[in-house]
């Protein structure tokens, strides 16, 4: 393995799905292992509060790698290292990458570079998704860890459900300013930039978010002008659209690094939507939400000071509804197909290989 190759690979793989932009995760080669470590300044805001989201991301970039090295040739074997994996806590060697010559070809097992770009955090309208073509798609993925539910139809109840858990930010100024804290803007051209070039929105409506990062003081005028309702506004509007959800739940017992695989088979059913022209958008903080007993002690609504009693009584009805009266959501998404072009200048950009791939061991 050489390292032109390497950087080649990590050309593709740098796309993987990660929250916010953050890119917490960064690459060291020593000619035969690929080491990925864990920078957790890069990931801290107030929605990550546990490792849940972190290892989510982790499952992404994994699915990510094996996909991009075999575009380049080389079949991927695994060494997740997660025993004291915390996400407040940089750790080093994650997982561990070796490798070995692909021997079949990549058709049918693999997506190619192409797909993998194409995967965005989507913001537009979507019109509702044909359940039979849908489900011959699914059929063919196999769970190990994981199970895979597509929802259509759903109540406008439930709809307003998943709006109101994603406008609850605007409940409370500890997560406002968070996030705030952790956006980035970039001049020109940048490898990457928030937010408008990772959450699909244009540069007129994230005026709002560069006064109040600037003026702290606006957040609290914006909240009392009724930003809240705005966001369920438009949130309940994208997901009646369509109606139509898309439900991960694990299998019980799985230990961080079984998250993790099941994470890859997540995103595995996530690339072949995309592929087949279908758009989705994460509904995290319904996710969230939904999960409150399978974490009473410390959970998003301790975390961040939400006022969610509203919520947290309809989350039964919510969970009945989706077929999932008592297992724990791993992720929540509006699924559809979008009716205009995707905007180029809300496409994800990522930091290049030059700065993700640091010193060889």
Known sequence: MQLATVKLALEIARYYPSGDNSQCFRFRFNQSRLHVDYHAEHARHALVYDSSMVLITLGGLAEYLRNAFAQVGWCVHFQFNLACFHHDRDSRSVVVLSFSPLQTAIEGHFFDAATLKQRVTDRRVFLPVHSEALSDLL??????????????????????????CESQVWHTQHVVRSILQHIQFAEGKPETGLPWRNLGV?????????????????????????????????????????????????????????????????????????????????????????????????????????????LLHQCGDVRAELGMPQREIAWLFRLGRPVTPFPEQSRTHRLPVSVLLESSL
């Open 202 to 310: 244009s540069k007129t409506e994230i005026m709002p978010i560069r006064l109040a990062k600037r003026l702290p003081w606006v957040a609290r005028v914006l909240e009392m002008l009724g930003m809240s309702w705005v966001m369920f506004r438009s949130q309940f509007l994208l997901w009646q659209s369509s109606a139509c959800g898309l439900v991960f739940s694990y299998r019980s017992g799985l230990s961080e690094e079984q998250r993790v695989r099941g994470a890859m088979e997540m995103m595995r059913v996530i690339l072949t939507l995309t592929r087949a022209g279908y758009a989705l958008q994460p509904s995290t903080l319904s996710t969230e939400v939904l999960n409150i007993d399978f974490k009473p002690d410390r959970n998003l609504t301790t975390e961040a000071g939400f006022d969610a009693d509203a």
């Open 139 to 164: 059929d063919e993925q196999q769970f190990e860890y994981i199970d895979c539910q597509v929802r259509p139809r759903l109540s406008d109840t439930t709809l307003r459900f998943f709006a109101r």
